[in-house]
């Protein structure tokens, strides 16, 4: 019995329309980077698994892809550690290589190690896929596309200004400017933990506040309580989290609440961004949000988030921030780093139930040619590669079947024109031309087609 075709759970192939919807979208994003002055790179789709893991934290290690050794090497399987429930190391054991999880840790490999041909700040932008093992659901997926610009080599917020400029521009040029970004800082969080009480397992408290647009305030509350005991301040915390707040009434909360004289660096940094912000009309919409905190462990400063907002199915459309220490861990220091990332698929599920796809991305070709049989198509070889060569799109129906097939296959394929050329053509001297959509039908002599046939 034969079996029936099917995908990978949680991936798609993609048709020729939904492929051009696609790049459009990615030539956009590609046009914004380029003119902020990102160069294009690419990495291999697969890293070592020393490089992947430790460096997303406990929940995000869970939903690498591993890619097992192949021959002789799975015979080092460590069954021991499965058995004693140790899986990270039997893992380890059986496999060297995984699927890259995101863009920016493979980016951090890739400057440590070719730091002595980078110059730095290095500004970079890739466009690639990414694999995760999560739940598929609408707008996510186990195979999407990335669309990532970083800046490694400056801590100047400069930066963090400038990537709320290219989320901007962005989706302002998709015509998505009605979406929200929401702001926060990872060193703010870690004051809001000392100040509640919470000395130690910060990343717990991280995971726990990531999941408030998932599960809710109260149940988020309920988990930090069951998870830290001896807290302070709970219920007055979550309720300012629960709050989007102007950069005015943010900045107020951080000196009232968590921040003192020790802070004054970051106090002024945020200061700095905000007058920014305020500042620049261009910008969309932005928030401030306490609840805010990008679950992955390597972010350090400010962090982003894009979104349609609380009422929409779809998730994160963006996101981002600065890292400070990422690069450590393949021997470069002191290299901080900042950076944001598109995501392709469910900005495409936004623009297409919006329907804001440009009417003209579609599957019109320009000219079929109809097949009277090998000789006449050999008699007009030339004019045929005339009209690709002036930037025709011309396609050769391959077979020489009825008529009405060859007619029904460019009615299908929206074809503007269909190029005849049978016997009484050549007869006459002639090439005609009939208008698919109109049906009317002229003729071109034949020494003078190209010339004469404008379309």
């Known amino acids: 019995m034969s079996q029936k075709p099917s995908n990978p759970k949680g991936t798609r192939d993609f048709n020729p329309l939904t492929l051009k919807r696609r790049r459009y979208i990615t030539d956009t994003i590609r046009s914004v980077f380029t003119s902020f002055g990102y160069n294009e790179i690419e990495t291999p789709s697969i890293e070592k698994r020393n490089t992947l893991y430790q460096k997303y934290g406990s929940e995000g ?17 460590d069954i021991k550690s499965f058995n004693n429930e140790k899986y990270n190391d039997f893992i380890s054991s059986i496999s060297e290589k995984g699927l890259r999880f995101d863009l920016t840790v493979p980016l951090a490999r890739y400057v440590s190690q070719h730091q002595s041909e980078i110059t730095f700040p290095f500004k970079r932008f890739q466009i690639q896929n990414v694999w995760r093992a999560d739940r598929p659901q609408k707008g996510r997926y186990q195979e999407f596309t990335q669309c990532d610009a970083d800046v490694i080599g400056s801590n100047s917020i400069m930066l963090e200004y400038e990537m709320l400029q290219l989320f901007s521009d962005v989706f302002r040029k998709l015509k998505l400017d009605s979406v929200n970004i929401r702001i926060n800082h990872r060193r703010v969080l870690n004051k ?8 130690e397992d910060f990343n717990e408290f991280l995971v726990i506040i990531d999941k408030i647009d998932k599960i809710g305030i109260d149940k988020a509350k309920e988990e930090v309580k069951n998870k830290f005991k001896d807290l302070r301040d709970l219920d007055e915390l979550f309720e300012m989290i629960s709050k989007k707040m102007s950069p005015k009434t943010y900045l107020n909360n951080l000196k009232s609440n968590f921040l003192d004289h020790d802070d004054d660096n970051l106090l002024d940094e945020i200061e700095t961004l905000s007058k920014l912000i305020m500042n620049d009309k261009k910008l969309i919409n932005i928030e401030f949000d306490l609840s805010l905190a990008r679950g992955l462990e390597y972010y350090t400063g400010l962090i982003y988030e894009v979104s349609l907002g609380s009422d929409s199915e ?4 963006g996101g981002g921030g600065r890292y400070e220490n990422l690069t450590e861990a393949f021997n470069l220091k002191d290299n901080s780093g900042i950076g944001i990332s598109f995501g392709l698929d469910r900005i495409y599920h936004v623009i297409d139930d919006k329907n804001l796809f440009p009417k003209d991305l579609s599957l019109n070709n320009d000219i ?5 049989g090998k000789k006449y198509l050999i008699e007009i070889f030339e004019k045929i590669n005339q009209l690709r060569a002036n930037g025709w799109k011309v396609s050769i129906y391959p077979d020489n079947n009825k008529l009405s097939k060859q007619f029904n296959y460019s009615n299908k394929n929206n074809f503007k024109y269909a190029l005849i050329y049978g016997e009484s053509e050549s007869e006459s001297n002639c090439i005609k031309i009939k208008d698919l959509q109109s ?14 046939f404008k379309g």
Do not use: R
């Not at 290690?61 to 399987?77: C, Q």
């Not at 779809?314 to 459309?317: K, Y």
């Open 192 to 199: 809001i933990a000392n100040h509640i009480g919470i000395v």
């Open 61 to 77: 290690d869970k939903f690498i892809f591993n890619i097992i050794n192949s021959g002789e090497k799975i015979k080092k399987a």
């Open 368 to 372: 079929l040619v109809i097949n009277f």
């Open 314 to 317: 779809i998730g994160s459309l």
């Open 439 to 452: 049906g009317s039908e002229s003729d071109f002599g034949f020494e003078k087609f190209i010339k004469n």
